[in-house]
């Protein structure tokens, strides 16, 4: 499956944006996805996750209450929606893809922009 991030960009500290991600090749619902974050001079770490039909959702605590993992199989696409954005949530975002039979994400996008001014 390929993935194409979208949807970062600047914004001022307690705003939105929403990312986007398409993916083609395979079916879409065959996969878990999930979003994560790297920040300058910082690991990459989880953000988010959602189930291959959208039941189940989990996030990182950092993240909790304010972004919301999405996503429609209709539309190969999976979302996440940034509320109330704070200057540490500044990251590249990349969504990822695992199939049912890993916990490993073996997918990965090339990575989205988001940068929250104070």
């Known amino acids: 499956v390929q993935l194409q991030a979208s949807g970062g960009g600047l914004v001022q500290a307690g705003g939105s944006l929403r990312l986007s991600c398409v993916a083609s090749?395979?079916?879409?619902?065959?996969?878990?996805m999930g979003w994560f974050r790297q920040a300058p001079g910082k690991e990459r770490e989880f953000a988010a996750s959602?189930?291959?039909?959208?039941?189940?959702?989990y996030y990182a605590d950092s993240v909790k209450g304010r972004f919301t993992i999405s996503r429609d199989n209709a539309k190969n696409t999976v979302y996440l929606q940034m509320d109330n954005l704070k200057s540490e949530d500044t990251a590249v975002y990349y969504c990822?893809?695992?199939?049912?039979?890993?916990?490993?994400?073996?997918?990965w996008g090339q990575g989205t922009q988001v940068t929250v001014s104070s």
């Open positions: 090749g395979r079916t879409f619902s065959y996969y878990h």
């Open positions: 959602i189930s291959r039909f959208g039941g189940s959702t």
């Open positions: 990822a893809a695992r199939a049912e039979t890993t916990r490993r994400y073996d997918y």
